[in-house]
C-alpha cells in the first residue's frame, strides 16, 4: 500500500511536469481530467495509507474567546480508521475518540470514569469539543466521492493559486449533513485550499467555509498544516494546525479499538 501511495504521488508529479513542457493550445491530461477523476486523486492526497501526528485546535468564540487544545492523532487504511488521544489541558487529559467506518461508528473514551460510549448514529454531525468541526469533517475519507455528485466548473485562482473548482451535490440516497460543497483545489497538488459547505436543508445558505494553507511536502506527501473552519451562521471559527506528522508508522490494528482506546 505505501508503493501504492508513492505510486500516486509520482502521478501527481507527472501530470505537472507535462503540463511544464507541452506547448500552450495544447491540453495536457490534467487539463482533461473529470471532476470524478480530480476529487479521486484529492481523496487520494489527503487519505495516506497510515499517519501519527500531534495537532492543536483553537476555538475562536463570536466575542473572541479562545479555548485552545493538543492532542495526539493516529490514523489507518487511508482515514477509515482514525484516533485522537486529548494530551492538554489537563481537564480533558486522556479523552479519547475513535472513528471507524468513515466516521459512522464513533466512541468516546473518559479517564476519569473509565468508561467507553458509543454515540448515536446521528452524533457524526455533532460539533467536537464545542469546535466549528464535526465529527463528520473530521472523520469522513472518502465521503465526497460516495455521498455526492461532481461537476467541474471553470478553473479559478483562489488564495494565489490555480485551482480546479469543482461542485458537489448531494446524492439523493445520501445522508450527508451538506446539501451542497464547493471546492477549489489546488492544480499542482490537489490540496483543497477553499471548501464551502452549505446548510443541510438549504443548498443556498452558506454554512461554513475550510481554509488550508501553508501545504508542505513531507514523506512525498503534500501536507496542508493549517486550516481554518469558518462558521458563517454562528461567527466562529476553529484553527487547526499541525505540530509534527509522520506517514512512515505501521499502526496495530488494535490500537483503534475500545481497548487501544485506554492504554
Known amino acids: 500500500m505505501i508503493h501504492h501511495r508513492k505510486h500516486t504521488i509520482l502521478m501527481i508529479l507527472l501530470h505537472v511536469s507535462l503540463a511544464a513542457i507541452l506547448p500552450s493550445g495544447q491540453l ?4 482533461e481530467m473529470t471532476a470524478d477523476e480530480i476529487l479521486k486523486t484529492l481523496t487520494e492526497t489527503m487519505n495516506p495509507e497510515q499517519s501519527h501526528g500531534t495537532m492543536t485546535m483553537t476555538i475562536v468564540t463570536s466575542s473572541g474567546q479562545e479555548r485552545t487544545f493538543k ?28 472513528m471507524l467506518n468513515d466516521a459512522n461508528d464513533i466512541w468516546t473514551y473518559f479517564p476519569r470514569t473509565k468508561r467507553v460510549r458509543k454515540l448515536a448514529t446521528h452524533a457524526k454531525k455533532q460539533k467536537v469539543e464545542g469546535s466549528d468541526f464535526s465529527y463528520e469533517d ?16 471553470n478553473d479559478e485562482n483562489k488564495e494565489g493559486r490555480s485551482c480546479y ?12 449533513s451538506y446539501s451542497r460543497v464547493m471546492l477549489w483545489i489546488d492544480k499542482e497538488n490537489f490540496i483543497p485550499l477553499v471548501v464551502d459547505y452549505y446548510h443541510e436543508d438549504d443548498p443556498e445558505l452558506h454554512e461554513k467555509q475550510l481554509v488550508c494553507h501553508d501545504v508542505e511536502l ?30 512512515q508508522v505501521d499502526l496495530a490494528d488494535d490500537l483503534f479499538t475500545e481497548m487501544g482506546m485506554q492504554r
Open 138 to 153: 473530521m472523520g469522513a475519507s472518502d465521503a465526497f466521492i460516495e455521498e455526492y455528485n461532481a461537476l467541474r466548473l
Open 165 to 176: 473548482k469543482i461542485e458537489l451535490t448531494r446524492k439523493a440516497e445520501s445522508n450527508a
Open 28 to 31: 495536457t491530461a490534467q487539463e
Open 218 to 247: 513531507i514523506e512525498d506527501i503534500y501536507t496542508p498544516m493549517d486550516c481554518t473552519m469558518f462558521n458563517k451562521l454562528d461567527n466562529t471559527y476553529t484553527k487547526m494546525h499541525i505540530v509534527d506528522i509522520t506517514y
Open 71 to 98: 492532542y495526539e492523532t493516529f490514523s489507518k487504511d487511508k482515514g477509515d480508521k482514525s484516533l485522537m488521544k486529548y494530551l492538554e489541558p489537563q481537564r480533558v487529559k486522556g479523552q479519547t475518540i475513535l
